[in-house]
């Protein structure tokens, strides 16, 4: 059992052997919420988008193949989710379309008023207060752009409060929460849909 939650606890920071297991199917097993929530994304020129809390890389990959123009960066905690990444993007790396960084969404070292676009998925969980590290996302987009936040917990299933005795730091925030928070960090336009039979939430605010 102390093996089980020190494996679940690498969701919010993979480190070691046991954060490169997790990793190891952090992509796919993300794969089917993140698809659901990219199709709430509205039609967007997107110059330039960044991902936070980008894990393993795919999500920063689905967007560089829905914006064919824009340059993307992908930003985590963790420099094995980093690393990660890295390899997962490495031929639009190297085309000089995608930029991985290790960073802390509760300070970002990004110039402000960037970004069309903000992408969080999975990853809002683990942040140190959620209006400083959204207040933080609102900084970094240009006026007008948008940001996507997709959980597959809407904070009130069971299986998302009861990671939270599992996992360290972890909270399971509902859309009403989120909402606030956003709206709190400057955000002027917040909406949230609910998955018709899961507990998946994705919320769509705009600067």
Request: aromatic content about 10%.
């Amino acid at each position: 059992m102390a093996l089980l939650r020190k494996f679940f606890n690498q969701t919010r920071k993979p480190e070691g052997f046991l954060g490169k297991l997790m990793l190891s199917g952090m992509n796919s097993g993300h794969a089917k919420l993140a698809d659901w929530g990219f199709e709430h994304l509205p039609e967007l020129t997107v110059s330039q988008a960044v991902d936070l809390g980008c894990g393993g890389g795919r999500n920063a990959g689905e967007l560089l193949k829905k914006y064919p123009a824009a340059h993307v960066t992908a930003i985590d905690y963790s420099a094995l989710c980093v690393e990660k990444a890295k390899a997962y993007n490495r031929a639009m790396i190297a085309a000089g379309r995608c930029t991985v960084q290790q960073g802390n969404v509760a300070e970002l070292s990004i110039p402000g008023e960037s970004f069309d676009l903000a992408t969080a998925f999975e990853t809002v969980y683990f942040w140190p207060g959620l209006e400083k590290c959204f207040a933080e996302a609102a900084k970094v987009l240009k006026p007008g752009g948008v940001f996507l936040i997709c959980n597959e917990s809407d904070g009130t299933d069971p299986t998302g409060t009861k990671f939270e005795s599992i996992i360290e730091g972890m909270k399971s925030y509902t859309a009403q929460e989120i909402e606030a928070a956003l709206k709190a960090a400057g955000f002027s336009q917040v909406e949230i849909d609910h998955h018709p039979t899961k507990p998946w939430i994705a919320v769509l605010a705009k600067k």
